[in-house]
Structure formats: C-alpha cells, structure tokens
C-alpha cells in the first residue's frame, strides 16, 4: 500500500433544496428532559431493527431520511426555515437581527447496525431543544442560529464516515461517490439518488466561511471518562483521526479433511494473525494511546468443511497523533506482507478512509468552558476517541465539542445510554455557548 496521504480542502456555493416535515408532533411538555426523552423515543422507533436489537438507522437509506423527516418538522413547528442540501444535510435557521455570520449547532441521525439511540441523536435533539428554547424564552441574538442535522457520519455502511459534514467541508469530487460502495456494492453516489439527493452536485453543499461563523456540535461521550470522573461535562480539545483500510488475503480453498495441514494456503488463518498483529501494534507501549480494531472479518466461502480461500480484514486505526496513526496503518500492512509470504498466500489493500485528528480552537474551547462553568463545576477537558462531524466543520469554521456523559462508557450498542437529564442540562449550556457566542467580539 502507498503511504498514506492527508485529505485536500476546497470551498464551493450553497443551493438548497425544498423540503417536507415527517408529521410527528414536536413534545411541549413544561420540562425539557421529559421533552428530550419523548423526542429521543420517537427517533429511536424509526428503526430497520426491532427494538430490543437496537437502532439500525444507515446512512442514505429510507430510514435515515425518515427520521430527518421528522427532525425538518420539528423545526418547522418551531417556526424555522429549514432546507435540505444537495448532500442530504437538515438546516434549520432562525433568522438574527443583523445579517452576520451564522452560528451554528448539530449533529447526525445515522446509526451503526444494531447501535444505540444517543449517538448523535443526542446532539440534534439538543439542537431541537436550543431552538424551542429560544423561541419560547423569546431570546434574541443578532447572528443567525442554524441548526444542521449531518447526513451519513458513520463509516458503518460505506466505510467512510462523516459523509455529510465532508460534504459541507467541501471536501468531495463527485467522481469519488461512484467510487465509495457499501457491502452490496452500491455506490454512494447510487444509495444518494436512491433517497433523491443530488450526488453529481455535491459541491454546491459546501460552506463558505463568510456565511459561517461558528459552530458547537453537543454528543454523547460513548466512553467512560465522564461517568468514572464524577463529571457531568466534557469539553473537547482534541478528536482522535481514524484510518480505515481492508486487507484482502487470498489463499487457496479446498477440502477440510483430506487437504494435509503442509499444503494449505489458509486465507483465514493469515487473516487472524494480521488481526493479531494490529492488536499487538496497538498495545506496543510505543503506540500509547493509538486504538487498532478488526471491527469485521468476512471469510469466504464460509463452509465448515472447506479451507477458506478468501478472507478480509476489515481495520480500523485511530489515534490523537497524525503521524502515528498512519506509522501504524503501515506498519500493519508490512507484516500483513510478511505473514503472507510465510504463508503462501497474497494480499490487496484497500484504503476506505483516513482523517486526520484534529485540535479544536481554544478560544471556542474558553466560550463553552463559561457556558459549562455557569451552570457546574463538574466538567473537565478531554479528548474524544470517536469520530465526529465537528472534525470536518472544523476545516471550514471554528468549532467546537461538548461531551454529556454515557453509561458504562458504552456505545454502538443497544445498550448504549445516556440520561435525558444530562442531555437537557447539555442542552442548556449549549445554548448559553451559542449565546455566548453570538456576544463574541471574534464574531462582531
Ligand atoms: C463514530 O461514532 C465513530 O467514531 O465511528
Ligand atoms: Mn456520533
Ligand atoms: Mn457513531
């Protein structure tokens, strides 16, 4: 595999395009966590999975757009404007009293198979939140507020995440839709027209920083720091880069008993060792800190009785450190090599994605850090492991992460959790760090 080289940047115009409400009712009880946990209960039921396997939402399926749908209703009630752009994306403004650049706010609606029902969830219905709140309170504040719900961020169907915010980033050629498929082998430029998006068009979903001021994404924290730490808020000054890549290791099927253990060529014992490999890079006191995962192993052909003679290996790598986590991308791939050598069999590798982490900007950090600390002392920085939109926003404005605490540290799970009292207190310093935000002499 060449070494692994970081992404390009570009900005184009936004067209937005028309769009409907999904007729769900916006909940108005008197007490925002109550509202939350309403909301986050008709998100959750807009399922491809029975409940009790969790919320399998994916990215750019019927399903997706369903529930931003009715997230676009939700706003609309409120007495938003809200638009879908070219890429799928939900924005919702709430006009300020002068034409200044928007602040804005937001998070995604796609899941993992059988995940949970916060990742990001949380953050758009906190979004949701934000605006009632102003409307009702009757808040005014001169930049305009948007409210963006982030079309496919997770890497779970087509292996490259943030689609939506990469989007917005300008960070797109439309040629490279065709060339991105899921495990069907449809194209994400397909699975877009299929939903009726626009993927030859994709640049025009970008932002341009002079209609952009700045940007706050809340979301659950999926690990266990918050909750072991005793605090209630985590607010993010660095999120961890990913690269993911499949190794495709051909060996030689045959049959399981009477093929003698010397002339095997075992695509799937190859496979395991590399997976081995990826976790012993990993834990090498010398990756502190970076995180190797073989989230999915297909074998092929996938007969008890038959030597396989294809497998994949599907890795992940993710790390704080630039250089380090494309060191250990390469790395793994250099003794996949070798293990393939020793074992007669051969390799192709294939880059699904690679984003680089990403330090958010202090002065953004300092606003949410006064948001939080006006309503607790219980918060603390921290860096965040997973992936998120704000990485991306981040290439065009100055943005920002607020982390509200998980149970157990669990997530794309279905026991995935986090209280809608945490979420509603989030949701309350989200909308002070927007306020505060709107008041900030770097955007006046
Ligand atoms: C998103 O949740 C990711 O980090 O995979
Ligand atoms: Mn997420
Ligand atoms: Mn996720």
């Known amino acids: 595999m060449p070494d692994i080289a970081l992404e390009d940047t570009g900005e184009k115009p936004v067209t937005p395009t028309g769009r409907e409400g999904g007729g769900i009712e ?9 509202r939350i946990d309403t909301m986050l209960r008709i998100l959750a039921s807009i399922s491809d999975t029975a409940p009790e396997e969790g919320v399998t939402r994916l990215a750019f399926t019927p399903t997706e757009r369903a529930a931003h749908d009715v997230v676009a209703g939700w706003f609309d009630e409120i007495g938003l404007t809200v638009r879908q752009d070219v890429a799928g994306n939900t924005i919702a403004e709430d006009a300020g009293t002068d ?26 219905v906190a979004s949701v939140a934000v605006a009632q709140m102003l409307k009702e309170q009757g808040i005014s504040h001169t930049h305009p507020f948007r409210f963006v719900v982030f079309a496919g961020e997770e890497g779970a169907r087509f292996g490259q995440p943030c689609i939506g915010s990469k989007a917005v980033a300008g960070l797109w050629q439309p040629e490279h839709l065709d060339e991105v498929t899921d495990a069907e082998g449809v194209s994400l430029a397909e699975a877009m027209r ?7 068009r994709i640049a025009e979903a970008s932002w341009r920083d002079k209609d952009w001021g700045a940007f706050v994404e809340l979301h659950v924290e999926q690990g266990a720091v918050l909750e072991t730490q005793g605090s209630l808020l985590g607010i993010v000054d660095l999120i ?5 890549f499949e190794i495709d290791v051909a060996g030689r099927a045959s049959h399981s008993g009477s093929t003698p253990m010397s002339l095997r060529a075992d695509a799937l014992s190859a496979a395991a060792e590399i997976t081995l490999v990826a976790e012993e890079l990993a834990n090498d006191s010398r990756h502190r800190g970076t995180r190797c995962t073989v989230g999915k192993l297909t074998v092929f052909p996938g007969s008890i009785t038959t030597i396989p003679g294809r497998a994949v290996v599907h890795l992940d790598v993710r790390d704080v450190d ?24 051969t390799l192709e590798v294939r880059l699904r994605s690679d984003t680089s982490p990403v330090v958010l900007p202090t002065w953004i950090r300092q606003v949410i850090t006064e948001a939080c600390q006006e309503h607790t002392d219980r918060w603390r920085v921290m860096s965040s492991g997973a992936s998120h939109d704000t990485q991306l926003v981040n290439t065009v404005i100055p943005s920002g992460l607020l982390f509200v605490p998980s149970r157990g540290g669990l997530s794309h799970v279905p026991e995935e959790w ?11 310093v989200l909308l002070n760090a927007l306020l505060k935000l709107d008041a900030h002499p770097h955007l006046t």
């Open 26 to 34: 916006l909940p108005s009880s008197a007490d925002l966590a109550a």
């Open 99 to 124: 034409s200044l650049q928007a602040i804005g706010t937001g998070s995604h609606l796609d899941s993992v198979p059988r995940g949970g029902r916060f990742d990001g969830i949380a953050g758009v």
């Open 194 to 200: 299929l939903v009726g998006l626009e993927p030859g």
């Open 240 to 244: 961890s880069g990913s690269t993911r």
């Open 322 to 345: 630039s250089a380090r986590q494309r060191q250990t991308a390469n790395q793994i791939v250099r003794r996949a090599e070798l293990i393939a050598e020793r074992r007669g069999v």
């Open 418 to 428: 986090s209280s809608a009292a945490d979420i509603a207190r989030g949701s309350e």
